[in-house]
């Protein structure tokens, strides 16, 4: 790619001329292979191959593409709408309970915590953009199926807890025990959906925390109209409770939700990123246990009285702290992932050693969507960004399944993974001449208005100097006619 002027530093991400040349026509020049024949061809960049077999390796057709792709939309349109009707019924049903104008004030208040979490979900998430679809599909299950299996099982789970323990507060089992154990199960059950439905985007950590805490912000905006309109039915319609709850779980605790079960999508988004489905649901089981615990451990607080606003500031606020550097390891291990696997592509001439830091670091990103930006291709430059991403991840999810062995459920996700793998290669190729293609026309438009300004300028200036002359000429002539001989 060609490189901007004003970027001084080709090895934090600029581009280089090398794509240029080939996008002018310039023949490429052919990858270079380890002459290593292997037993079964897996892939460019480590040790596993640069056979040229591999890249010989077809593409899948527009077929058999359209076809698996059309029923895993469709499965997927299907259940989103299944998903949306049953939040709609929800939250009507609920509108009817407490009242209409009720609702209207509390489903108000209640989506000022929701904005501020799915604001900051979505800056978590700008690394590698999850599907839309994908994220209102999960929103609403948290919204409508989580709260009513909730509802259901909690109903069955309390007495069982109470026939224990009959002596116990029955306020104080529901909420850290009954509660922490049937919401986090109900919140999870929608995590394990979304792996299943969105296999090929849910790539990591990351990724399972957005899952998780889209579903658990959809869970909290329903249960806080809930507990909104139970304390200004509880107040006889003064403000006074209402507000106070609202401090407390919409400004105090905006996250706690998605916190919980954001431990839960981590271990989930690792699993998923380093093994297969058996791995992936030992994970979901363990990742329940630290979503329970401090699911509990904040609903305990509210018994303390007094103390809860210490108790907020001694252990809640910490364990936020925590929760913000875990977010920031875990997108700083993206970028290094999509720097490493990028460069697998490099001794096999699919990318240049330039390109890799533009496409996997912040900076590199940050210049190159501004160089773009000059030339009006930046949402082609976003195109080229998010697709590499994608093969970074693809690459990784080929390297996982490659140690599976030959047969298997292993194998069939790494031949399926070989041809997104080469369907993504071409799509960037594309992707990439067209940003050149613009970067280049660019250019020539703006040599050809600098040529015609400079035209223009030579023109003035020819004809300037004419008048000049022919100003001179005249002055002259008048000169001439005026003159006289001495002594007349």
Known sequence: MSE????????????????????????QQQPQYAQQPLPHVQGPGTALNYAPEYWSHPAPTPARRKS????VKVTNIILLCVFALVAVVTLAFFAVSIGANVFLICGALALIPLAICVATLMWIDRWEPEPIAALILGFCWGAGMAVITTLVVGSWVQPLLMSTNTGADADMVGAIVQAPLVEELCKGAGVLLLFFLRRKTFDGPIDGVVYAGIIAAGFAFTENILYFGQALQEAHGSAGGLIGIFVMRGL????????????????V??????????????????????????????????????????VYVVLQVPLFLLFILGIILLRRSEAKLTRMRLSDYVPSGWFTPQE?????????????LAWSKTFAAGPVMKEFIRQATRLAFTRQRLLVDAKGGPGGAAATRFANGQLLEMSLLHKITAVRSDLLGRHTSAVWQAQQLQAQHLHAQQLQGQQLQGQQV???QQGQQVQTQNWRPPGQ
């Open 4 to 27: 901007p002027g004003h970027w001084q530093s080709p090895a934090a991400g600029a581009p280089q001329q090398q794509g240029v040349q080939q996008q002018q026509g310039a023949p």
């Open 68 to 71: 698996r792709g059309t029923g």
């Open 252 to 267: 105090m605790s905006p996250f706690a939700h998605v916190m919980f079960t954001a431990t839960l999508g981590v271990c």
């Open 269 to 310: 988004g690792w699993a998923a990123r380093h093994g297969g489905t058996s791995l992936v649901l030992g994970a979901w089981v363990v990742g329940l246990v630290p979503a329970m615990l401090l699911h509990g451990l904040w609903n305990s607080s509210s018994f303390l009285g007094g103390s809860f606003f210490i």
């Open 356 to 368: 890799v830091p533009m496409l996997a670091t912040g900076g590199g990103r940050r210049r190159a």
């Open 470 to 472: 022919q100003a001179h």
